[in-house]
Nanobody
């Protein structure tokens, strides 16, 4: 079983930056892909970014437009999302997810954190 705990959310002005972190407790030797999703008020949860077990493959949603960078440190069991040039439309609860076959859809992830709120003011 995997437990995920997100941190680093907060309130930031448009154009600012935040760094989200996800601490994973991994009780197996399975090689999990990791991802970040987000859910804005009144909207469905959507994919933001994902990273392979090795960290060699990353993939981003189109709306990221080069502003976010996902990374991981398997020795520390952490995954980070560096978010720059934030926009008000980036306001959402951001969730960390883990899945062996993790791609860009929710159903490919088996474990989820409780989320961290990101609010971008204009």
């Amino acid at each position: 079983q995997v437990q995920l705990v997100e941190s680093g959310g907060g309130l930031v002005q448009a154009g600012g930056s935040l760094r989200l972190s996800c601490a994973a407790s991994l009780r197996t030797r399975s090689r999990y892909a990791m991802a970040w999703f987000r859910q804005a008020p009144g909207k469905e949860r959507e994919f933001v970014a994902r990273i392979s077990w090795s960290g060699g493959i990353t993939y981003y949603a189109e709306f990221v437009e080069g502003r976010f960078t996902i990374s991981r440190d398997n020795a520390k069991n952490t995954v980070n999302l560096q978010m720059n040039s934030l926009k008000p439309e980036d306001t959402a609860v951001y969730y960390c997810a883990a899945g062996i076959g993790g791609l860009s859809t929710e159903r490919t992830y088996d474990y989820w954190g409780l989320g961290t709120q990101v609010t971008v003011s204009s």
